[in-house]
């Protein structure tokens, strides 16, 4: 999940002109000699494990199978995905509904077609030897949190009882020293992150998951414009792109260490990752990705239960917009899970 998931932006482009200029009609596929569309996925963060299931899908060749010559550009910590969809530099993008909704709110045509993050891994962190082990423990606690994802904590604490002024935030960036350090004593995390790198160096923690509390928000969705889905050949490309990506993450799932080897090896190789590390991550990713709506109706589902705790959490956190279940369009996955789950 892109680490841009803690952040509300407070402005989500950069360039708004961007935006403005997304209805133009510019080209995100086209159509080669060869018969395939070629077409680009734009990633939220870097090749590691988080996308490992697009890459996997790229190597066994499942998009060229659906007829589409798959780019995947990899992101960043810089990277905002929205204005490189809706200008249509890419098909298709990586992202967190909450961020692709204040983009919509702000005049960009976005869909939301699929969902890889079935559960979000934003949770809570702390010492084995001073554990918090839920959501009411964290009464008269100090909680490292990123500034700019303060809201999402207040509103959690709020829909569970716990009014936020009992909690005293300590403000904090993505590294986890301050909470080895002794200065908080609980750290906002992602399930497949901060733990693992401070297990990595001995340190045992305790963590539980704000989705267990009512933070329903997919992570690492798939998006497109209104334009894509309105045209028959990128259609096509779409049903295409999310059937190679649910096939490319069946298999990560099904060998998470030959995922992470991949993802090692291949596309990573520049990022130096770390291999006992990346497998470690691919693991955690399992429950988060695979659950009991997954297995009865496919991976990347987006079901009508799940639209809807999605869009309590955006109004719980204040995220603009009158209509937000319309962010959500399930067509495409209905085309490519039409026979049913076996791809």
């Not at 910590?77 to 702000?106: F, H, N, Q, W």
């Amino acid at each position: 999940m892109s680490r841009k998931s803690f952040r509300v932006p407070l402005a989500i482009v950069a360039a708004t002109g961007l935006l403005a200029a997304c209805g133009s009609g510019s080209s995100s596929s086209s159509s080669s000699a060869s018969g395939t569309t070629a077409a680009t996925l734009q990633l939220g963060w870097i090749a590691n494990v988080e996308n490992a299931g697009p890459y996997t899908a790229l190597d066994k060749g499942y998009y060229k199978d659906a007829g589409v010559d798959l780019t995947i550009t990899p992101g960043g910590p810089s990277t905002t995905v929205e204005p490189l969809v809706a200008s249509g530099k890419a098909l298709v993008g990586l992202s967190s509904t909450d961020v692709i909704a204040r983009a919509v709110a702000e005049g960009a045509p976005l869909k939301i077609i699929a969902a890889t993050l079935q559960q979000n891994p934003t949770s809570i962190m702390s010492l084995d030897s001073n554990p918090v082990k839920t959501l009411q423990d964290l009464k008269g606690k100090k909680l490292c949190s990123q500034t700019s994802g303060q809201s999402v904590i207040n509103a959690v604490l709020k829909g569970n009882g716990i009014d936020p002024d009992d909690v005293e935030m300590v403000p904090a960036d993505f590294d986890p020293a301050p909470l080895v350090g002794g200065d908080c004593d609980a750290f906002v995390s992602l399930l497949n992150n901060q733990p693992l790198t401070l297990k990595a160096q001995g340190v045992d923690t305790t963590v539980f998951k704000l989705s267990d509390y009512g933070y329903n928000a997919w992570g690492n969705v798939l998006f497109t414009t209104d334009e894509a889905l309105a045209d028959d050949d990128s259609r096509k490309a779409l049903e295409g792109i999310v059937k190679g990506t649910a096939k490319g993450w069946s298999d990560a799932l099904a060998d998470t260490d030959a995922a992470a080897q991949l993802m090692v090896t291949g596309p990573g190789k520049d990022q130096n990752l770390d291999l006992d590390q990346q497998k470690a991550a691919m693991a955690e990713f399992v429950d988060l990705i695979q659950t009991d709506e997954t297995k009865k109706n496919g991976l990347l589902t987006m079901s009508a239960d799940g639209i809807a705790g999605n869009v309590k959490t955006m109004q719980d956190i204040d995220v603009p917009g009158d209509d937000l279940a319309s962010l959500f369009d399930t067509s495409i996955l209905e085309a490519v899970y039409a026979n049913g789950t076996d791809l």
